[in-house]
């Protein structure tokens, strides 16, 4: 039998990769930064007024809250790894200094221009961020077995109708089609591989494709749609949709804000869609 096949996509191999990862905690912890700043600016002007109202409401909605931690944080085997609270590609002192960097950028940003700061988080937050966890991906396939592992998620390429392919320098994106008896969220679907790898695959993709496809065992037992489920889905992603529309168009907002409100609105209008296709 042929030898497994297995890809890891990292920041060591892709300069696309760095460069998502790295821009999106410049813009986003440069944000989080100024927002703390204000925060505490903002108290300390209140306490220097005789106003001890925010800072109270600030340690008890900060240190104070987590004060049940501590005997946690004591404790050597209970205490979590740094690494699950910040990237491990990264060293604290790396990323205060993207943060105090994309900080300086977005004043900058905003000082030309309000609305181009706005669109640059915007941008960032659903652009390079799901764009940096589509492309830091690993996978594996076996030959033996005939499947196709990435991030965790398995298929067989026994149940393959067809792939599309599409090379961007040195991966491939790939969307691999499923048949409807195995068509379920898990499989992996949209995938970038290396080109490399991609090409190792052709002949077992295809091969997958050209295989007959066998029913599951629960076949009889699969349910239809919920008509019912479907029409409250998207009922809700059309109310999501109109608050988008109006906030943008309709109500006395400045442009950068309702801009803002607007896609995060769009956003759940789309992901109740997908609930309702999926459903």
């Known amino acids: 039998m042929p030898d497994a096949i297995d890809w890891a996509i990292t920041r060591e191999r892709s300069l696309l990769l760095r460069v998502c990862q790295d821009g999106a905690v410049a813009v986003l912890g440069g944000l989080v930064l100024l927002a703390s700043m204000g925060m505490i600016a903002w108290v300390g002007a209140e306490a220097l007024e005789r106003n001890f109202v925010p800072l109270v409401l600030a340690l008890v909605g900060g240190p104070f809250s ?3 931690l501590l005997p946690m944080l004591a404790d050597a085997t209970q205490r979590p790894d740094r690494s699950q609270f910040l990237p491990v590609w990264h060293s604290p002192r790396k990323l205060l200094g993207l943060a105090v960097g994309g900080a300086a950028g977005l004043v ?3 000082l030309l221009s309000p609305l181009v700061a ?3 988080v915007v941008g960032v937050t659903f652009g390079l961020v799901p764009l940096a966890g589509f492309l830091a991906t690993n996978g ?6 005939r499947t196709l592992t990435v991030d965790g998620r398995s298929a067989s390429l026994d149940a393959l109708t067809g792939v599309r392919r599409v090379s961007v320098g040195r991966v491939t994106v790939t969307w691999f089609s499923y048949a409807r008896e195995a068509s379920h969220w898990t499989v992996p679907r949209l995938v970038v591989l290396p080109t490399a790898v991609e090409q190792q695959l052709r002949q077992h993709v295809s ?8 029913p599951p065992d629960d076949a009889d037992e699969r349910r239809d749609a919920n008509r019912t489920v479907q029409a409250t889905l998207v009922t809700f992603a059309l109310l999501f949709l109109g608050v988008a529309v109006g906030q943008f168009f309709v109500a006395d907002l400045p442009t950068a804000v309702a801009l803002w409100a607007s896609s995060l609105m769009a956003l759940f209008a789309l992901i109740f869609l997908w609930l309702a296709v999926r459903e």
């Open 118 to 120: 706005v669109l640059l």
């Open 207 to 214: 091969a997958g494709i050209a295989a007959p496809i066998e």
């Open 140 to 145: 594996r396939f076996d030959p033996e077995t």
């Open 108 to 110: 900058g940003t905003t």
């Open 66 to 68: 987590v004060l049940y």
